[in-house]
């Protein structure tokens, strides 16, 4: 079982662009016995309303979204590069339909607020502030709905307040 230690957010260094658009990570919610996990390759983090946030992106028709919307907290897990292949496998098949931490082996630790996984090397544990759905009618550029919705299955955007940052030792 890996080590993990508590860190301030001050005390981050990395490439968010990196980070969540090349390696990507995994957004998890539930509880021991029903939590589900999904990769995201879209994401953010900054300050809002005066707190350190992420911003989780989920569409509706992801089995996610149902354990995030049920929950208080959600975390976003960030792993070493040998992992990819786990975190594709993730992101192509639905927990509805597989057991993804068989299907990967990746181990689930149930921390008090959310799961997050003993492979990631980076957590955030975030509570949640806010939910809103794109809002087609705001889009400024008519090319990024048609590129990126053609379903009209427009993502959910959570705002999550980091409440707790892990890193293994």
Not at 11 to 20: A, G, R
Not at 110 to 133: G, I, M, T
Request: glycine letters at 6%; one cysteine or more.
């Amino acid at each position: 079982m890996a080590n993990w230690k508590e860190v301030e957010i001050s005390s981050l260094e990395f490439n968010p662009f990196e980070k969540i658009g090349k390696e990507w990570m995994l957004i998890t919610a539930g509880k021991s016995g029903s939590y589900n996990t999904m990769t995201a390759s879209w994401g953010g983090m900054g300050v809002l309303w005066g707190k350190n946030v992420t911003f989780a992106f989920i569409r509706p028709q992801r089995y996610t979204l149902e354990f995030v919307d049920r929950e208080e907290y959600y975390t976003l897990s960030f792993f070493p590069k040998e992992y990819k292949p786990a975190l594709a496998y993730c992101g192509a098949h639905s927990g509805r339909d597989v057991d993804k931490e068989q299907e990967t082996g990746l181990t689930p630790v149930f921390d008090e607020s959310a799961p997050y996984f003993e492979q990631a090397n980076l957590v955030f544990v975030c509570r949640k502030l806010h939910r809103q759905q794109i809002d087609p009618a705001c889009f400024l550029s008519l090319a990024e709905d048609k590129e990126w919705y053609p379903e009209k299955d427009y993502h959910y955007v959570f705002t999550g307040e980091i409440v707790k940052v892990l890193k293994r030792d």
